[in-house]
């Protein structure tokens, strides 16, 4: 076991989840959400999409496509694209501006500038949920034939969001993402400069309770002999 995780970084005890439906659904929602992480999102796109006749990582069309997806899935989602849900959600003056989630222990400007870490429980296992059917749906497509342009994963793009009654995305949205960007990084300016000075303030009231519990300076006594 401890070879497999050195190597593939899992390991999953397949006889006891097996008839234990409760860690299995929890294995399932962390899968989903690490399947949604965007790196791990479009890696899997550009593999199932590979296998299309035209594919062509440079292509207009393929940019084309790989940037409507995110938003497409988001806006299934919130009724919003990633720009849109920055603007409207980045907030200096909102607890930990608005996000509901980041990297390490301190939010970074690298943190408010993606859509994601806006979204709430609910609409993160929604999206997750999204990201996992339409996937393993392109997945099967491909597989079936039924898949082999880059016209026709537009298509089918429309088709699973169709089928499950979500919000079509028409168009690119009403904001663009350089737009989002300076938004999110000038709240963010707002909001490290407010941390900066309460972290300062914090800092000197710790110094003071400090010096308070010094011992007081002893007090000379009585004259030196001569």
Same mark, same amino acid.
């Given at each position: 076991m401890l070879v497999q995780l050195a190597t593939k970084g899992f390991v999953v005890d397949v006889r006891r989840l097996k008839g234990d439906y409760d860690r299995l659904r929890e294995l399932r929602e962390l899968i989903r959400d690490i399947r949604s992480d965007e790196a791990n999102l479009y890696a899997e796109l550009r593999r199932i999409l590979s296998m299309c006749s035209d594919y062509d990582p440079s292509s207009k069309t393929c940019i084309a496509f790989f940037a409507k997806f995110q938003n497409a899935l988001l806006f299934a989602i919130t009724g919003h694209t990633a720009p849109e849900i920055i603007v409207r959600r980045a907030d200096a003056n909102s607890e930990n501006m608005g996000l509901q989630a980041w990297k390490g222990d301190h939010i970074l400007q690298t943190d408010v500038c993606t859509a994601k870490n806006y979204l709430g429980e609910i609409e993160l296992r929604d999206l997750n949920r999204l990201v996992g059917m339409v996937l393993d749906f392109f997945e099967d497509q491909v597989e079936r034939g039924w898949l082999v342009t880059? *016209? &026709? /994963? &537009? @298509? #089918? !793009? @429309? *088709?699973? !969001? /169709?089928?499950? #009654?979500r919000i079509k995305l028409e168009g690119a949205g009403k904001i663009s993402k350089p737009r989002a960007e300076k938004h999110a990084k000038e709240q963010y300016a707002l909001f490290d400069a407010t941390r900066r000075e309460i972290r300062k303030a914090d800092a000197l009231r710790e110094l003071d309770a400090a010096v308070k519990k010094l011992p007081a300076p002893r007090k000379s006594g009585g004259k030196k002999k001569d």
């Open positions: 880059m *016209e &026709d /994963a &537009d @298509g #089918k !793009l @429309g *088709e699973i !969001l /169709a089928v499950n #009654k």
